[in-house]
């Protein structure tokens, strides 16, 4: 990918732990094959759920906090993806990187609501919300919608013949 070399990649953390604080192994899989998918496309990825282990490292909350906002300082893309809704931290992650002119991808359910900034947001071009009925689509879905972010957009101007 010519113009994005690194991804920051933002999922609900909270709501996929199980009793003893880890991933459940099922969501754990499904991000995973995620994760994977964008590697595949020869981008670094970060992500919070990488830096703590899948919940096994717990962090002070001023470091994980820091490690978030540096890594998507540093990426080029924010991919955000959900199976049930995007968080008030996810919502965070996303203004963050939208102040500093990523580039933000959302995957996530035909159910998953979006407030009317998201969407005036994905409206205006500054961000692209995928939806998707099966979490199997999700890892070509994340795929597709890079390589078509990556591409370079056509100003809408044409220069005429000489």
């Not at 994005?4 to 953390?13: D, E, T």
């Not at 899948?54 to 470091?63: H, I, N, Q």
């Not at 008030?88 to 580039?103: R, V």
Request: hydrophobic letters at 40%; aromatic letters at 8%.
């Amino acid at each position: 990918m010519a113009n994005m070399r690194r991804a920051f990649v933002s999922l609900p953390i909270t709501e996929n732990l199980g009793s003893d604080g880890t991933f459940r192994p099922e969501m754990k899989e499904f991000y995973s094959t995620s994760i994977e998918a964008i590697k595949s496309l020869g981008l670094e990825v970060e992500s919070p759920v990488l830096n703590e282990n899948w919940g096994s490292v717990k962090l002070p909350v001023a470091e994980f906090v820091q490690f978030d906002i540096d890594a998507i300082t540093r990426s080029d893309l924010l991919a955000v993806i959900t199976f049930t809704r995007l968080s008030n931290d996810i919502y965070l992650e996303i203004g963050y990187a939208a102040g500093l002119g990523k580039s933000i991808l959302i995957i996530a359910p035909h159910s998953c609501r979006t407030t009317y900034m998201i969407n005036g947001l994905a409206e205006a071009g500054n961000l692209n919300i995928v939806r998707f009925d099966s979490s199997d689509e999700v890892p070509r879905l994340l795929v597709s919608s890079i390589r078509a972010m990556s591409r370079p957009r056509s100003t809408g101007r044409r220069v005429a013949n000489s």
